[in-house]
């Protein structure tokens, strides 16, 4: 990987952007077509820290596989393991036993190929999962494991930048700072833009809360336009300056 895109994803720590530069640097080290980063304590589900994709609703299924596929995953045993060095698997979509996951998370979108890194401190596991596309070349498994060696790190650091309260789920945490950064938002307001902030769709939200689509962007756009502000990045901005 070029030294200059490294930077950039060293700089992107923290923002929005992080996801999209990390699928630029997974794209040039090794082929892969899409990339999902996550976290998760023991016995928990894992909390998305970020992903992209280059075909499409990449969000949807990391908020899919986070809330319920994570459990038919293969490398499942491997990504909670606690050893301290880089762990790693990889398998073809047809490995995959549960039909609805490897139908919504492979072959509706067109991947085929998955390979998973993961590497722990002080008991949470972070873990990068690299996709290949069917119309594309292999993913090269050395080029992707050296660069989760180096992200995986950066992945601890970026939660860490998104908030304090370590012990709270993403979402909880990033609706904290924003509190403290936006107090005149209302608290449902503070909730649609926090899960915003980290990655998940306007479904998915409207799923985690129960309330409708509409009523999702209806929230987010009241948020704008209280602060001023035509987007997520610079309401991101404004939560880790």
């Not at 995986?152 to 939660?159: A, F, Q």
């Not at 990655?199 to 929230?219: K, N, P, R």
Request: glycine residues 8%.
């Amino acid at each position: 990987m070029r030294s200059a895109l490294y930077e950039q994803l060293v700089d992107a720590t923290g923002t929005g952007a992080f996801g999209d530069i990390l699928l630029d640097a997974a794209d040039e080290a090794g082929g892969a077509a899409e990339i999902f980063a996550y976290w998760f304590d023991e016995g928990e589900k894992p909390f998305m820290i970020a992903s992209s994709g280059r075909a499409g609703s990449s969000k949807e299924r990391a908020a899919a596989y986070a809330a319920n596929f994570f459990e038919m995953d293969p490398a499942l045993s491997m990504a909670r393991g606690k050893s301290s060095g880089l762990r790693s698997a990889r398998f073809a979509a047809t490995e995959v036993k549960h039909s609805g996951y490897r139908h919504k998370c492979f072959e509706h979108p067109g991947l085929t190929e998955k390979i998973c890194c993961a590497w722990s401190r002080e008991g949470r596991a972070y873990a990068i999962n690299f996709y290949r596309r069917r119309d594309s070349s292999n993913m090269t498994f050395e080029g992707l494991t050296s660069l989760a060696e180096m992200t995986l790190p950066l992945l601890r650091k970026h939660v860490q930048l998104l908030g304090d309260e370590s012990h709270l789920p993403l979402p909880v945490r990033v609706e904290k700072r924003l509190g403290r950064a936006f107090p005149l938002l209302s608290q449902r307001e503070r909730q649609v833009c926090a899960r915003t902030l980290v990655g998940m769709t306007s479904e998915a939200i409207s799923l985690d809360l129960s309330i409708s689509t509409t009523t999702v962007l209806t929230y987010r756009r009241r948020a704008y336009e209280r602060y001023s502000l035509s987007c997520s990045q610079e309401m991101m901005g404004r939560i880790i300056c």
